[in-house]
C-alpha cells in the first residue's frame, strides 16, 4: 500500500521570521525507548528539556541531555548566514537565524526548514533512528541552485552535555574526553566524547556524512531558557562544544550530521531518511488497513496517528522481555498507571496496534498488588506507588475496549483472576481507605494528605483538591468495571451473578449523587464536608462510559451543566468559572501553578468524553464529532503536530503544561473513531454502541 504521509502542518516565514511565533512552537520527537529531542522552529532553546538527543542513560527513563545542539552557519567566503537563534542571559538574541526561515513544516513527524539568502536556498531535517539513541540532521542546496561559480561552505557547532534532563548543568560534572576517531571510510568522519559520569556515563560518537570534524573544548555560558524562567524555575544553561563539523556544499546532495550513543549507527542519511518515512507510512497503512473507520480519515487524524506512536515505548521486565508502557507526555512525565490505561484505547486500538496494546495491558498486570495499579510505574529496583483510587478501574476499561477489538480468548483467560482480584480487594477494602461501603454499595477513597483521584496536585503537605469520601468518577468507573466484569463472566461461561447484584446496589446508590438543584451530579458525596456541589467535569464520565448508571434525564442535564460552564475550544474546565477557587490562567512558580491545575484549567483529554457524551444523548454523531475539530488548529501552535496537556480556562484558552500528551491525543483519536463509526451506521442503518461492546457480545 503507497502512503503518503501528511503534511498537515507548514508555516510560512510569518510565523517563522517572527521570533516570538516562532518560539512558541515547538517539534518533537522520540526513538520508542524513551529518548526524544525536541526544539523551537526559532532554533533556540527555551526549556530545559530542549536538545537534539535526551536518552536513558539509566534505563527505562533516567533520562539525560546529551546533545544540546548544532548551530549551522553557512558562508561564501564573503558572506555569512547563521541558520540558528540563541537567546542569553539579559535579553540578547543573537545571532536571529530564524529570519532566513522561509518555511517550516514536518514532513510525517519529520521536522525541515528551508532557508532562503538571496538566491541561495537550503533544506535542513531533524529525526531519530527508531528503536535507537540516534539523532540525524541534514543539509541539501536546493538542486536548481546556480552556484555562479561560487564555494559554499558549512560550518556547524556541536554541543553537549551530560546533565539529568529535569536538571541544571554544573561544567564541574562534566568533562569528556574528546577524540576524532579513524576515518570511517569515504562516507564519513568521526569524532567520539566519552563521559565518565557513572550511571550516566557514555560514549557519544559523531560522525560527518561528507564532510569532517575538528575537536574543541570550549562552554558556552548562559543560555537563557525563556519557559523555565516562566515556570517560576532556573533559566540560565551552558553547553560545552565538542567540535565542528565542515562542509563543502553539492546541490541537491545531502551533507549532515550523525550523533549517536550506538556503537553502530548508520552514517549514511538518505537510507536513514528512507527508514524513517517507511516507519512513518507503516503505521499509517496498519491503522487504515486495521481499523475501518481510519480508511480515509482527514490529514489531521493522520497527524495524530503519528503523534500517538510517540508515546508507546519498550519496557522489558525480567518476567516480560517485551514489555511496553506509555509516557505520559512530553518532556518531564514518565509512564503514570491511570494515564496509559485512559490513554491505550486512542494511541493503540484507534490506530490499529492491537499487539501493542496486549503487551502494555500484560505488563501492567505483573504490577497490580492488593488490588491496585501503580500510579506511577516504578524505576528499576524502585518500589511502585499505588496512590491512586482509579487506576485499576480504569483498567477494566482499556480490557473492556482491547476485546470490543479482537476477541483474545487466551489473554482474557489469562487475566481474569487479576480482574477478580482487583473487585475482590475493593470489596474488602485496600489502601488509603479506598473500599465499597456496603449501606449503599459505592466506592469511598482518601486519606489526609493524600491524592488519588486525577485532580491529584500538591504542594508540600497541601492537597489542593482532596476529594475525600466518595468521587463521582471513581464510581462512575467502579460501576462500569463490575458491569465488565459480568459480560467477561458471560463469555468464559462463569456465573456472573455476584458481579451483577453489586452492579445494581451500585447503579441504585449512584442515584445519591444527583443534585436535586440542578439535575446534574455532585462531585463527592459523603466528604468530610457532606456533599460537594463543585461543578466539574468529573460527573461527564457518568455518561461517557460504556455502562452508564444514569438515566436519560440525568445524563441530558450532566452534559448540558458541563457544556454551559465547563466547555471551551479545546476541552473541558476543571472547575466552574463561578467558583470562588477558579483560576482563570495557569501561571506562576511550581506553588502557584500547582493550585490552578485542576481549579479552572482546561484538559484536552476530557474533550473526547464530553463529545461521546453529547452524542449520547442527542444521538447527532456529526455534531459531537465536530467538537473536536479545534484541535486541528491547535496542531499548529504550542507542540506541532500533536497536542498539549492543559489549555487557560479563560479565552484565548493559550497551551500550557507538557506540549505534548499521551491522553489528549489518544482521547480524541478514539472518540473521531467511535464517532466516525456511529455516523457510518447512520448512513447503513447498522447499529453498534458507542463505546463498542465487547468483540463477538451483544450490545447493551
Known amino acids: 500500500m503507497n502512503v503518503a504521509l501528511p503534511e498537515t502542518i507548514r508555516l510560512g516565514r510569518d510565523i517563522c521570521g517572527d521570533l516570538t511565533q516562532a518560539e512558541r512552537r515547538e517539534w518533537w520527537l522520540a526513538n520508542g525507548r524513551g529518548a526524544y529531542a525536541a526544539g523551537t522552529v526559532a532554533g533556540t532553546l527555551t526549556r530545559r528539556y530542549h536538545g537534539l538527543l535526551i536518552a536513558p542513560l539509566v534505563p527505562p527513563l533516567g533520562r539525560c541531555l546529551v546533545v544540546a545542539k548544532a548551530d549551522a552557519t553557512l558562508t561564501d567566503g564573503a558572506c555569512e548566514w547563521p541558520l540558528f537563534s540563541n537567546r542569553w542571559s539579559g535579553g540578547i538574541v543573537d545571532p536571529r537565524g530564524n529570519v532566513h526561515i522561509e518555511s517550516f513544516l514536518l514532513d510525517g513527524r519529520m521536522p525541515v526548514w ?5 538566491d541561495v536556498r537550503l533544506e535542513m531535517r531533524v529525526w531519530m533512528e527508531p528503536g535507537a539513541d540516534t539523532t540525524y540532521v541534514a543539509y541539501r542546496l536546493d538542486p536548481g541552485a546556480a552556484m555562479s561559480g561560487r564555494s559554499l561552505k558549512l560550518r556547524v557547532r556541536l554541543m553537549t552535555n551530560a546533565r539529568d534532563h529535569h536538571g541544571n548543568t554544573r561544567a564541574e560534572d562534566y568533562h569528556p574526553d574528546i577524540a576524532l576517531e579513524n576515518e570511517l571510510g569515504e562516507a564519513a568522519h568521526g569524532l567520539v566524547v566519552r563521559h565518565a559520569g557513572g550511571a550516566s556515563a557514555y560514549a557519544l560518537r559523531f560522525k560527518a556524512h561528507g564532510g569532517r570534524l575538528s575537536p574543541d573544548n570550549t562552554w558556552y555560558e548562559n543560555f537563557d531558557l525563556s519557559i523555565e524562567r516562566e515556570r517560576g524555575l532556573p533559566a540560565q544553561d551552558r553547553h560545552l562544544c565538542v567540535g565542528q563539523a565542515d562542509f563543502e556544499l553539492t546541490p541537491g546532495e545531502w551533507f549532515g550530521i550523525v550523533a549517536s550513543l550506538e556503537e553502530d549507527a548508520s552514517p549514511y542519511l538518505e537510507e536513514a531518511m528512507r527508514r524513517f518515512h517507511a516507519r512513518e507510512a507503516g503505521l499509517i497503512a496498519e491503522a487504515r488497513l486495521r481499523v475501518p473507520e481510519m480508511i480515509e480519515p482527514p490529514p489531521w487524524i493522520q497527524q495524530l496517528i503519528l503523534a500517538a506512536d510517540s508515546f508507546v515505548f519498550a519496557r522489558p521486565l525480567p518476567e ?3 514489555g511496553e508502557s506509555v509516557i505520559a507526555g512530553y518532556p518531564w512525565f514518565g509512564d503514570w498507571g491511570r494515564d496509559t490505561m485512559i490513554a491505550l484505547p486512542g494511541l493503540t486500538l484507534a490506530t490499529g496496534r492491537c499487539d501493542d496494546a496486549r503487551r502494555i495491558l500484560q505488563t501492567f498486570a505483573r504490577f497490580v498488588d492488593r488490588g491496585m495499579l501503580p500510579n506511577v510505574f516504578p524505576a528499576q529496583g524502585e518500589t511502585p506507588a499505588y496512590n491512586t483510587a482509579d487506576a485499576a478501574l480504569w483498567y477494566f476499561e482499556a ?10 480468548r487466551p489473554a482474557l483467560k489469562r487475566v481474569f483472576p487479576v480482574l477478580q482480584d482487583i473487585v475482590a480487594w475493593h470489596v474488602k477494602g485496600t489502601r488509603f481507605g479506598i473500599g465499597v461501603d456496603p449501606q449503599d454499595g459505592l466506592l469511598r477513597a482518601g486519606e489526609p494528605g493524600v491524592q488519588l483521584t486525577w485532580m491529584d496536585a500538591k504542594v508540600g503537605d497541601w492537597v489542593v483538591t482532596p476529594r475525600i469520601g466518595k468521587p463521582v468518577e471513581i464510581n462512575a468507573l467502579w460501576f462500569n468495571a463490575l458491569n465488565i466484569m459480568a459480560e467477561l463472566c458471560a463469555r468464559l461461561g462463569k456465573s456472573a451473578g455476584d458481579y ?5 446496589k451500585a447503579g441504585e446508590g449512584f442515584r445519591r449523587f444527583i443534585d436535586p438543584g440542578t439535575g446534574a451530579l455532585y462531585d463527592v458525596i459523603d466528604g468530610p464536608q457532606g ?6 467535569p468529573n460527573q461527564i464520565f457518568a455518561v461517557s462510559l460504556a455502562y452508564s448508571p444514569l438515566e436519560r434525564a440525568t445524563q441530558r442535564a450532566v452534559v448540558g451543566q458541563c457544556g454551559r460552564e465547563l466547555m471551551c475550544s ?15 490562567q495557569y501561571l506562576g512558580d511550581a506553588r502557584e501553578r500547582d493550585a490552578a491545575y485542576h481549579q479552572g484549567t482546561a484538559w484536552a483529554w476530557l474533550l473526547g468524553h464530553y463529545a461521546l457524551a453529547e452524542y449520547r444523548v442527542t444521538g447527532d454523531a456529526h455534531a459531537a464529532q465536530a467538537r473536536l475539530e479545534p484541535i486541528r488548529d491547535h496542531l499548529f501552535d504550542a507542540g506541532l503536530g500533536t497536542v498539549s ?6 479565552p484565548p484558552h493559550h497551551p500550557r503544561g507538557a506540549p505534548s500528551q499521551a491522553w489528549s491525543v489518544a482521547c480524541v483519536l478514539q472518540a473521531w473513531r467511535q464517532l ?25
Open 114 to 118: 528551508r532557508y532562503v539568502m538571496g
Open 320 to 322: 516480560v522481555a517485551d
Open 399 to 408: 480490557w473492556r475496549a482491547y476485546l470490543a477489538v479482537i476477541d483474545d
Open 500 to 504: 451483577q447484584a453489586m452492579a445494581r
Open 531 to 536: 456533599h460537594d456541589a463543585s461543578v466539574r
Open 570 to 584: 479545546y476541552g473541558l474546565r476543571s472547575l466552574a468559572p463561578g467558583h470562588p477557587d477558579y483560576r482563570a
Open 645 to 650: 496537556e492543559i489549555f487557560d480556562g479563560a
Open 676 to 700: 466516525e463509526r456511529a455516523k457510518h451506521d447512520t448512513r447503513t442503518g447498522e447499529k453498534h454502541a458507542v463505546p463498542a461492546p465487547l468483540a463477538g457480545a451483544p450490545a447493551s
